[in-house]
């Protein structure tokens, strides 16, 4: 390497660098990295000030994460960033529709067992009741018989249970098996659209470009086996505000259902009040069974 004279040869004397890495994807990804990377510094010409600021919201990002709270995910989300890695590796690496979704910040391991058409309310939580009922294919449209399934959502106050110290361990998630349907049914409360929290650094960039921090109202889902590539996806009800403004940019036309909203009795439990029947179905591809790392404990 010589010694660098103007900022022209900067990038190039990085670049040389990178490409001595020895693992081919490693060095590929850093050579595409810094080449637009330096791009974009030349780009918006970045100041000395502006750079200072920036190592201070990185730093400030990773403090604010902990046990409960992901930052990078939620700012990941919230600059499209984590739907379009995605969109660009499911539905034949984005040419095709895809049920695959974002994982968000609020999946945990070791969701309680619970038997099909089984409740996942582990607390009082007040709501319509809604009662879920998902599908599981492969690509030829066969039904997948002992996929493990983890359902969860948020509560009527637009709270997960991690985040609200009313709510029981693990309310509103549950892990349920498909039989040879491969249905997994369940029993909950109406999920409702809320707000991603507003309180940290994420909140601040949302204030600055003059954004809402909503979520449309949707139900997580998370399913593998063997041979299947990991399944994740959020279910959009069709009847939420913000379906055409999601905040995480994560509603796409395949992840939308409709709500059915019921005002008699229902067929199996009576007399509950009004409830929601949410219907969908979801198409798993072949590959690998991997579990992701849980962005909260």
């Not at 700012?75 to 739907?83: C, E, K, P, R, Y």
């Not at 695959?100 to 067992?113: A, E, I, K, T, V």
């Not at 650094?201 to 600055?208: F, I, N, Q």
């Not at 279910?235 to 509603?251: A, R």
Request: glycine share 8%; with cysteine; hydrophobic share 35%.
């Amino acid at each position: 390497m010589t010694i660098i004279a103007n900022q022209k040869e900067v990038t190039p004397a990085v670049l040389k660098v990178m490409e001595q890495t020895d693992d081919p994807r490693l060095r590929e990804i850093m050579v595409a990295l810094i080449t637009h990377l330096h791009a974009f510094i030349r780009d918006v010409r970045l100041t000395e000030a502006e750079f200072q600021q920036a190592t201070r919201i990185l730093n400030t990002m990773g403090q604010q994460s902990n046990d409960k709270h992901n930052e990078f995910v939620l700012m990941a989300g919230s600059l499209g960033v984590s739907s379009l890695v995605c969109l660009l590796n499911n539905g034949d690496n984005g040419t095709t529709e895809t049920t695959q979704s974002l994982l968000g910040p609020f999946w945990r391991l070791n969701h309680p067992m619970t038997e099909n058409g089984g409740s996942i309310l582990r607390s009082e939580t007040p709501g319509p009741r809604l009662y879920g009922r998902f599908t599981f294919r492969d690509q030829q449209g066969n039904p997948i018989e002992g996929l493990e399934v983890d359902i969860w959502h948020a509560s009527p106050v637009g709270l997960y249970e991690n985040q609200d110290e009313s709510q029981a361990e693990f309310n509103l998630r549950g892990k349920f098996v498909t039989g040879p349907d491969g249905v997994v049914s369940f029993k909950s409360v109406k999920p409702i659209g809320y707000p991603i929290p507003t309180d940290t650094t994420v909140g601040l960039l949302l204030k600055a470009q003059n954004r809402h921090p909503y979520r449309p109202a949707h139900v997580h889902v998370l399913a593998h086996k063997d041979g299947f590539k990991t399944l994740i996806s959020q279910i959009y009800v069709d009847e939420t505000d913000y379906l055409t403004s999601d905040v995480q940019f994560g509603v796409t036309e395949a992840l939308v259902a409709r709500l059915e909203k019921h005002l008699g009795p229902h067929p199996e439990d009576g007399d509950v009040g009004e409830w929601y029947a949410l219907n969908h179905e979801l198409v798993l591809e072949p590959g690998k069974s991997e579990l992701p790392i849980p962005p909260i404990k």
